[in-house]
C-alpha cells in the first residue's frame, strides 16, 4: 500500500461499518428471541407444530451462525478502524518532520531533501532521513498488514468457516464470532537495525502491542531500539517460560545420564550449566523485587530490558533503574572478569546510588527537570576469571556489537530528541565499552565514556573511539592490581598515559561541598563509602552523566 492510499483512508466508512454490523446483530439477535418465543405459543402441538418448530430450529441455527460471522467482521472493522487511525497519526507525524527538516517524503516511502531554496546540509539531516524512510517503510507493512488480516476475516466469513462455538442463542455466538475477528500483530522484520524496530513497534496500534508482549514476548524483550516499559514486561512474562525450559532440559540431562551405560564427565558439566541457569533466574527475581516499579513514579524502580538465558553458555541480562525512554541523561554500565547475573543485585544497587547522585548534581545546577536512567548491563559474557581470557579480546569482541546495537535502541526508543548518553565500563568491560564505540563510529549515539579500573581501550585520544576531544575519561586507584594486566599491549596503551581526560580516584572535598572517600583497589569506585556518600570517583562519574563534566574533580 502507497503512503497517498494510507493518507486517504476513509475511517468514516469503517466506523459506519461498524454501526451497521452492530444493527444488523441486534436484528438477528431479535428475531431469534421472536422465534423462541413464538415455539412457546399454549397449545400450538400436533404434526403441523412440530414441522414449524422443527423449520424455526434450523433457522435459529443459521441465525447464530450469522451473529457469529457478523461480529466476527464487526470486531475486525473495530479494530481496522483503530490501527487506520494510529498509522494516520504516525504517518502525519512522518510527514510533519519532514516537513520541519527540509525533506519530502515520496509515494513509495523513500525519503529525500526537497527540491526547494534553503534545502539543508545533506549531512546534517542523513540521520534523520533514515530513521523517517524506516518509519514509513513500517507504516506501509503495517498497512498492508491490516488489509490482509480484514480480507481473511472477510473470507472467513463469506466461507461460513466462522465457528460459534457450539452457542444454543446468537448473544453466546456473537461472542465466540468476536474473538475470531481480531488484528494479528505482524512479527518484527528479521535481522532489523534498533531504528527498523522501533519504527514497526511505533506502527503497530495498542491493541496489537498488547498482542505482542502477551503472547509473543520473545519477539520484542530482547529487541534494541523497543521502548524499555515494553522490553520489561515482555521480559517479565518470559520468566516462567524459561524457568521451565530449563527445567525441562535438567531434567532430560539427568535421565540420559541415568540411562547411560558409560559415565561422560560432561553431561555432568552441563547439568551444573543448566542449574546455574535457574539459579541465576531466582536471583534476578529476587533483585528485581528490591527495586519495584512505581506507576506514579517512572523514575524509580527497576526495568528487565533483557534476559537471554539461551545463547550463551551463562545468562545474560540488563537492568535499568529509572525510564530510559524519557531520560534526558542515560547511563550504561558494563562491567568486567567474574561478573554473573547474580553480580547484577549488587550493580542495580550501585545503579540507584548513581542515579540519584545525578539527579542531585542537576538540582543543585538548576536543572531539576532532566530525568536519568541508569543500566547495568551484562549482555555478555565476560572472562569468568583472571585466565586466558581474560589476556585477550575476544569476549570484548563478541560483546562489543550488542552493546553498541544497545546504546543505539537507547537512542531510537528515546522520546528526547538528543537523550545525553555515557557510556561506563568497569575493568574487561572498559575493553567492550571501547569496541563498541568504535563499532558505532562518529556520530554515534554515546556522548561521553568513562573508563575505569580498565586495563587499556585500544586508544591514544578521543577520536579513536569515535568521541569528541575531551569526552572520554579515564580513573584508575593508585593500587589496582588492573595497573599490571597488560604487559604486552592487547589492549592497547595504558590509559593513564593517553591523551584522555584523567579523573581523580582520591580523597577530596568536591565542588558541591561533600567530603568524600578515595577509591582503593579493583572495586570501589562505583560504591559508597561508609557513611553513605558516594567516593569521589562516583561523584565524578555522576557529572559526567549529568553532562556538568567541568564540575569533575580532575
Do not use: C
Not at 450469522?66 to 479494530?79: C, G, I, N, P
Not at 529525500?112 to 506501509?140: F, Q, Y
Not at 460459534?164 to 522484520?189: I, K, S
Not at 531510537?412 to 538528543?418: G, L
Amino acid at each position: 500500500m502507497l503512503l497517498p492510499d494510507i493518507r486517504w483512508w476513509n475511517e468514516l466508512a469503517l466506523e459506519h461499518l461498524e454501526t451497521s454490523l452492530s444493527r444488523r446483530i441486534t436484528t438477528v439477535e431479535d428475531v431469534n428471541k421472536q422465534l423462541a418465543e413464538i415455539k412457546n405459543i399454549p397449545g400450538w402441538s400436533g404434526d403441523a407444530a412440530d414441522a414449524a418448530q422443527r423449520r424455526f430450529a434450523d433457522t435459529s441455527d443459521q441465525l447464530t451462525d450469522e451473529a457469529a460471522a457478523l461480529a466476527a467482521v464487526r470486531t475486525s472493522t473495530t479494530q481496522s478502524r483503530a490501527a487506520v487511525a494510529h498509522l494516520k497519526t504516525t504517518l502525519s507525524t512522518i510527514d510533519r518532520r519532514a516537513a520541519e527538516n527540509g525533506l519530502e517524503v515520496w509515494d513509495n516511502g523513500h525519503v529525500t531533501i526537497a527540491d526547494k531554496p534553503g534545502a539543508p546540509d545533506p549531512a546534517a539531516v542523513e540521520s534523520l532521513r533514515l530513521e523517517l524512510i524506516d518509519a514509513a517503510h513500517a507504516v506501509m507493512r503495517q498497512a498492508d498488514d491490516i488489509i490482509a488480516d480484514a480480507a481473511a476475516v472477510l473470507n472467513k466469513a463469506a466461507d461460513g468457516t466462522i465457528d460459534d462455538g457450539g452457542a444454543t442463542d446468537t448473544a453466546a455466538a456473537a461472542t465466540a464470532g468476536a474473538t475470531q475477528g481480531g488484528l494479528t500483530a505482524p512479527a518484527p522484520p528479521e535481522n532489523a537495525t534498533p531504528e527498523q524496530n522501533s519504527a514497526y513497534w511505533n506502527a503497530l496500534s495498542d491493541q496489537q502491542r498488547r498482542e505482542v508482549i502477551e503472547q509473543h514476548p520473545e519477539w520484542v524483550g530482547n529487541r534494541d531500539g523497543i521502548p524499555s516499559a515494553a522490553r520489561h514486561e515482555a521480559n517479565i512474562n518470559r520468566i516462567d517460560d524459561e524457568r521451565a525450559r530449563l527445567l525441562l532440559e535438567r531434567d532430560r540431562l539427568k535421565r540420559d545420564i541415568e540411562e547411560s551405560l558409560f559415565d561422560n564427565p560432561s553431561w555432568d558439566d552441563d547439568v551444573e550449566r543448566v542449574e546455574t541457569k535457574l539459579s541465576d533466574l531466582d536471583s534476578l527475581e529476587d533483585t528485581l523485587r528490591k527495586y519495584p516499579l512505581d506507576p506514579d513514579n517512572p523514575n524509580a524502580g527497576a526495568r528487565l530490558m533483557l534476559l537471554d538465558m539461551q545463547s550463551g553458555d551463562k545468562g545474560m541480562a540488563a537492568i535499568a533503574i529509572g525510564d530510559p525512554d524519557n531520560a534526558q541523561h542515560i547511563a550504561v554500565t558494563t562491567p568486567g572478569v567474574s561478573t554473573t547475573m547474580p553480580s547484577l543485585d549488587g550493580m542495580a544497587g550501585e545503579a540507584l546510588a548513581l542515579q540519584q547522585e545525578t539527579q542531585r548534581q542537576l538540582e543543585l545546577a538548576g536543572r531539576p527537570d532532566e530525568p536519568v536512567a541508569t543500566i547495568a548491563w551484562l549482555g555478555y559474557e565476560p572472562p569468568a576469571d583472571i585466565g586466558i581470557d581474560a589476556a585477550n579480546r575476544s569476549r570484548a569482541e563478541a560483546g562489543a556489537p550488542r552493546l553498541a546495537s544497545f546504546f543505539e535502541g537507547l537512542d531510537a526508543a528515546s522520546n528526547r530528541p538528543d537523550p545525553h548518553i555515557t557510556a561506563l565500563g568497569h575493568s574487561y568491560g572498559s575493553v567492550t565499552t571501547a569496541l563498541a564505540l568504535r563499532e558505532s563510529g562518529a556520530g554515534g549515539p554515546v556522548d561521553d565514556a568513562v573508563f575505569y579500573g580498565s586495563p587499556g581501550v585500544m586508544a591514544h585520544d578521543e577520536p579513536d573511539l569515535g568521541l569528541p576531544q575531551g569526552r572520554a575519561y579515564v580513573m584508575r586507584a593508585p593500587d589496582d592490581p588492573i595497573t599490571f594486566a597488560d604487559h604486552f599491549g592487547v589492549f592497547g596503551p595504558d590509559p593513564v598515559t593517553t591523551n584522555l581526560e584523567q579523573l581523580s580516584v582520591g580523597e577530596a572535598t568536591t565542588p558541591d561541598g561533600v567530603h568524600r572517600e578515595d577509591s582503593n583497589g579493583h572495586s570501589e569506585y562505583p560504591r559508597p563509602s561508609a557513611n553513605g556518600e558516594l567516593r569521589t570517583a562516583a561523584y565524578n562519574m555522576a557529572v559526567v552523566i549529568a553532562g556538568l563534566p567541568h564540575l569533575a574533580v580532575r
